[in-house]
């Protein structure tokens, strides 16, 4: 990971909650050149939940949120008018051309689709009643991790190249089962306890180098764009070190997204769920309601200001 090299940013402020989007990009194009800022993101994510319906890999959806659902998520979603790329072409794709992949915080209840859909349909990029393409399930994987049942991320976006390759933006998250799922060990630790161990890194790394290698598949399909979020901090209940070892991945997994050979704007959600418990659902892993609203906010005020699928 060392290899990572940084590339220069530009800071945008994107909402009103207290939170900042850096886009970064290593990829050169018309794009990346108009929009140059981006952010991190990664954590741990617990997965028991069914895939919502849509074009997918699998499952049912189950339309459970959880927790307090009735704050309003004080998210601003922009609007700017129309968006254009630098050449003065519009922003466009059809349902098709955008995919959407990673775990349960998107598949458990399905909300984050159900919101960032509404919103692209409120603001004229997506017809009523279309949607984008899932692939996402509970209790996905980044690294391929031997007998496991639950098609891996990378998997995923094989399933949605083999069903159509007209592919332009991924919309994603993961890796966070990683380690809550098959390495537990690294957040169940006391803090106190020292330095991150040495297989809990090997695991954090195993995910990103997946990961990195992921984003030159999707540049290979032809991917023009990749938005990844990441996971907020969690109540540490059961789970003591689950924000040190989030806050150890941050950079790593904004670093990958910076050097992608696909412009891929990262989303660091932590700032956005600051003080805000009412976003996280009684198991203390996954959002509310309330808080998949406020995720389907940052991910369409990103793909406003990046020129996604508008």
């Keep these: 990971m060392n290899s990572l090299v940084n590339r220069p940013c530009s800071i945008i402020a994107a909402v009103i909650v207290p939170i900042v989007i850096v886009a970064c990009s290593g990829a050169t194009s018309p794009q990346a050149a108009e929009a140059k800022g981006d952010d991190a993101g990664s954590a741990a994510n617990d997965d028991s939940g069914t895939v919502p319906s849509g074009n997918s890999s699998g499952g049912t959806q189950n339309p459970?949120?959880?927790g307090n659902d009735a704050a309003v998520p004080p998210v601003?979603?922009?609007?700017?008018?129309?968006?254009?790329?630098?050449?003065?072409?519009?922003?466009?794709?059809?349902?098709?051309?955008?995919?959407?992949?990673?775990?349960?915080?998107?598949?458990?209840?399905?909300?984050?689709?159900?919101?960032l859909q509404s919103l692209a349909t409120a603001g004229g990029a997506l017809a009523s009643g279309a949607d984008y393409r899932h692939y996402?399930?509970?209790?996905?994987?980044?690294?391929?991790?031997?007998?496991?049942?639950?098609?891996?991320?990378?998997?995923?976006?094989?399933?949605?190249?083999t069903a159509s390759s007209d592919i332009k933006y991924v919309l994603m998250d993961g890796g966070g089962n990683d380690i809550l799922l098959q390495n537990s060990e690294c957040i169940t630790v006391s803090p106190d306890a020292g330095p991150i161990s040495s297989n809990c890194v090997t695991v954090i790394n195993e995910a990103i180098t997946t990961a990195t290698t992921l984003f030159g598949t999707m540049k290979t399909a032809g991917v023009e764009k990749i938005v990844y979020f990441f996971y907020p901090h969690l109540p540490t209940a059961g789970k003591p070190s689950v924000n040190v070892i989030l806050d150890y991945s941050y950079p790593l997994i904004q670093q990958a997204c910076e050097n992608s050979p696909v412009p891929c704007y990262f989303i660091d959600t932590r700032a956005a769920f600051e003080g805000h418990p009412e976003y996280i659902g009684p198991d203390n892993i996954h959002p509310t309601t309330a808080g998949s609203d406020v995720i389907a906010g940052l991910i369409w005020n990103v793909m406003q200001q990046q020129c996604v699928a508008l």
């Design 64 to 66: 459970g949120g959880g």
């Design 76 to 115: 601003s979603v922009q609007d700017s008018g129309p968006v254009t790329q630098v050449d003065g072409s519009a922003c466009s794709a059809t349902p098709n051309e955008v995919v959407m992949v990673g775990d349960s915080y998107f598949a458990l209840s399905g909300q984050i689709t159900v919101q």
């Design 136 to 161: 996402y399930a509970s209790g996905a994987n980044m690294y391929p991790y031997p007998g496991t049942t639950i098609p891996p991320i990378p998997t995923q976006f094989n399933t949605a190249v």
